[in-house]
């Protein structure tokens, strides 16, 4: 059993890793073969410097990625059968605490230094690739600023999380998992409640819409598509990156739409309001209800397969952790779980594109197809998304549709204008 254990994790890792840098080399071979020549449906509204720029941004991301992978995968290793989350364990049991005490502690500690090891790969991405490509707005002090806020925010609101989970798996009554997935499902309940008024303004500024022509006519869309809010906003994006977009958040009355200021700046009034019905497009068709419930599925099932692996001496040794304990078959799940979901990955992605598209339909209909097209060429272009992604890397990866397949999605939603008589 440990052999077969050990074996399906490396076998797994391996084939993971092999999946991963095919599909990379895949995109960067598309990418790359395609700079010089801006796709046709996109020649008259993006320049080929543009485009370039879209290509060469790609690129360096998905180089970076790679060492990331690398890197990533040798930390888990490190992490399991090197024997790291062995030695936090025991360096928190010499300290004598209870179990739980010490369950939380451990946890906390490899959920820190895991986010330390990864903290030079986000310096790089925000310092020197949005950097170069003219997207980070943002300074040390801000970054340092983020970082103290999120370590302060993990901290309030996941060791109470943390804590009640490992309470409830003392439990020895066998079904004690449906009560930690009623738990974890509570809080991302209120984590989307409390998302908007309360932690999102941590990090930025939301100023009501004061621009009462743009104002008038988002709530007119509002009324047609039967929605309500509590209150429109514009973040200050323009902060921290030039990227620009859009999203509506929370649940119940605590729903906020928001833009990021860069977007409008970058979109007319006929635009803005046809990126908002697709906003909406997902609230109509119960996007956001629809992920939640796919979530609480998962999330049950994966509990459940928790609660057999805790009871199973070879998931533990065959990993690299010699004593058992609550906390660290949960910290083993956790590391080892994404190895498996990543090859349902394709199946995920499909449903979000699915998502997208309805949306799409649905402000095909509240708007203008075409003026759609022209908010996204633009979005595509300010934010130098590739047009030229290779297929099966956009299976796995892309939530979005690629772009020549949603622009030509929705030119099939133009409304025809009948013939004038002769």
Avoid at 39 to 62: C, G, N, S, V
Wanted: net charge neutral; hydrophobic share 50%.
């Amino acid at each position: 059993m440990l052999i077969s254990v050990t074996s399906i994790f490396i076998v797994t890792l391996i084939a993971g890793l092999f999946v991963q840098l095919w599909l990379d080399r895949r995109q960067i071979n598309s990418v790359s073969s395609h700079r010089d020549d801006v796709p046709d449906t996109f020649r008259q509204h993006i320049t080929l410097d543009a485009h370039q720029k879209a290509a060469d941004y790609t690129l360096a991301k998905m180089n970076i990625g790679i060492y990331e992978l690398f890197y990533s995968t040798a930390l888990l290793l490190l992490w399991t059968l090197g024997g790291g989350l062995q030695f936090i364990d025991n360096l928190w049991q010499a300290m004598a605490l209870n179990s739980l005490l010490t369950g939380c502690a451990v946890l906390l500690s490899v959920l820190l230094i895991s986010g330390l090891l990864e903290l030079p790969f986000s310096l790089f991405r925000t310092f020197k690739i949005e950097q170069k490509f003219g997207f980070n707005k943002m300074t040390a002090g801000t970054f340092v600023s983020d970082l103290i806020k999120q370590l302060a925010m993990s901290i309030i609101l996941g060791l109470p999380l943390i804590w009640v989970v490992l309470w409830l798996m003392q439990d020895v009554e066998p079904l004690w998992w449906l009560k930690v997935w009623a738990v974890w499902m509570g809080f991302n309940l209120f984590l989307v409640w409390a998302y908007p008024a309360f932690i999102a303004p941590l990090f930025n500024k939301f100023n009501p819409l004061d621009d009462q022509s743009l104002k008038s006519r988002i709530e007119s869309l509002l009324t047609r598509c039967g929605f309500t809010s509590n209150g429109i906003f514009v973040m200050d994006g323009s902060t921290r990156s030039s990227h620009g977009n859009a999203y509506f958040s929370g649940m119940g009355k605590n729903k906020r739409i928001v833009f990021f200021d860069t977007l409008l700046e970058s979109l007319n009034e006929d635009e803005v309001e046809a990126v908002l019905a697709h906003e909406l497009g997902h609230f109509k068709h119960n996007h956001v209800k629809k992920r939640i419930a796919s979530m609480a599925v998962f999330s049950l099932l994966g509990l459940a397969l928790l609660a057999w692996l805790l009871e199973q001496d070879a998931f533990y040794s065959g990993l690299g952790v010699t004593t058992p304990a609550n906390h660290m078959a949960l910290l083993l799940f956790m590391m080892v779980s994404p190895l498996f979901s990543f090859f349902l990955q394709p199946l995920f992605s499909s449903i979000s594109r699915k998502h997208e598209f309805e949306a799409d339909d649905y402000a095909a209909q509240q708007s203008d197809a075409n003026i759609l097209i022209q908010a996204l060429v633009k979005m595509y272009r300010d934010n130098a998304s590739t047009l030229t992604p290779d297929t099966l890397y956009s299976a796995f990866h892309d939530s979005h549709p690629p772009a020549p397949i949603r622009v030509k999605h929705l030119l099939s939603k133009l409304k025809t204008v009948p013939a004038k008589p002769a």
